[in-house]
């Protein structure tokens, strides 16, 4: 069974009820390992706004989460990145983890890369995501995006969207040969 990596968004398990929606689902398709970003990126577990999480992402813990990855993992890789998560999962791939497919969920932090990782890359994000990247970059960077319409960033929270998001990645999952 293939190996699919997933990678929390900024609240890792703190706030992670919405994680069964895709792990139930996706668990009978793929071998899963789950990774909470905040544990990843050593981040203070008791600094709990949004604000200062994001700050300590900023300030070394995506590099973090970065070299650990590059030392734990060797496959090649199918990773399922949420928010910060996608975000960790394409810089890591640029960085040596060997994807061979990124699927990044609300990575907003993406507008800011001008390189993709060699691999297989899907972006999902919700239309009225104001920091979801313009149409200019997916076209810089040769990349097309699914858009939720009428849906904010944190959209993958909602289990019918889970639900659609995982039927297409089954959908376009390449068995083993």
């Known amino acids: 069974m293939e190996k699919l990596i997933i990678l929390s968004d900024l609240w890792g398990s703190l ?3 919405w994680l069964p929606h895709y792990t139930e689902i996706l668990e009978k398709h793929f071998e899963i390992e789950y990774y909470d970003c905040r544990e990843l990126g050593e981040i ?15 300030n070394g813990g995506i590099d973090r ?20 998560g996608g975000y960790i999962a394409w810089k890591s791939a640029l960085e040596g983890v060997k ?10 932090r993406l507008r800011y890369e001008n390189e993709k990782p060699q691999c297989e890359i899907d972006l999902f994000y919700g ?3 104001k920091f979801k990247p313009e149409n200019d970059w ?4 040769e990349l097309k995006e699914k858009i939720f319409y ?16 995982c039927d297409e990645i089954i959908r376009k999952r390449k068995p083993n040969r």
């Open 15 to 17: 706030k992670s009820d």
């Open 44 to 58: 203070d577990l008791k600094e709990c706004t949004e604000e200062k999480i994001h700050q300590q992402f900023m």
């Open 65 to 84: 989460a970065i070299k650990y990855l590059l030392k734990k993992e060797y496959d090649n890789l199918n990773v399922l990145g949420f928010s910060i």
């Open 99 to 108: 994807a061979k497919k990124i699927i990044a969920i609300s990575s907003t």
């Open 127 to 129: 239309e009225n995501d």
């Open 138 to 141: 997916y076209n810089r960077l």
């Open 150 to 165: 009428n849906e904010e960033h944190d959209f993958y929270r909602n289990k019918e969207n889970a639900i659609n998001i």
